[in-house]
């Protein structure tokens, strides 16, 4: 007999890791060309002159940087909750180790997220990024916690 997963085997590990690789997927599709600044504000910015009028330009500038930057706390807030429920599968309670490693984990993607932008033309690598990515990651973390009491 060869070595491999029963089917239930499979399909918990699928349902245990599958959500976790899917969204870093996600995260690193949004790390390419088609989601730079200068694309997010051709389709953010006549929405946001809809939603403020009276706007200025710097403010409305402004307001898009904050939904790029809100963008990287969710990104991040959901990969460190998913890295979490990998790590802690069928364990009850709050394990503190796990809470370390994923945010360590989403961080240490962060930072690769990041170093991948440098090699992509209309992306800007930011070491801010990573911090917002961070804290993204803590607060995913945070949630959690609050949650399960």
Not at 22 to 34: E, F, N, P
Not at 73 to 96: H, K, N
Request: glycine share 10%; charged share 15%.
């Amino acid at each position: 007999m060869g070595v491999g997963f029963r089917s239930g085997e499979f399909q918990s590990a699928i349902w245990r890791w599958g959500p976790l690789i899917l969204w870093m997927a996600v995260i690193s599709g949004l790390s390419t060309d088609a989601f730079s600044a200068a694309e997010t504000g051709r389709l953010l910015m006549p929405l946001l002159r809809l939603l403020f009028p009276g706007a200025s330009p710097a403010s409305l500038d402004l307001l898009h940087a904050v939904v790029r930057k809100g963008a990287h706390v969710t990104e991040f807030a959901i990969l460190a909750f998913l890295w979490y429920r990998a790590l802690d599968w069928r364990r009850s309670g709050w394990q503190t180790k796990a809470a370390l490693t994923a945010l360590v984990l989403a961080a240490g993607f962060g930072a690769l997220d990041e170093a991948h932008q440098m090699f992509v033309p209309n992306r800007t690598a930011s070491i801010v990024d990573v911090g917002w990515d961070s804290l993204g990651a803590a607060l995913g973390l945070v949630g959690r916690r609050m949650v399960q009491r």
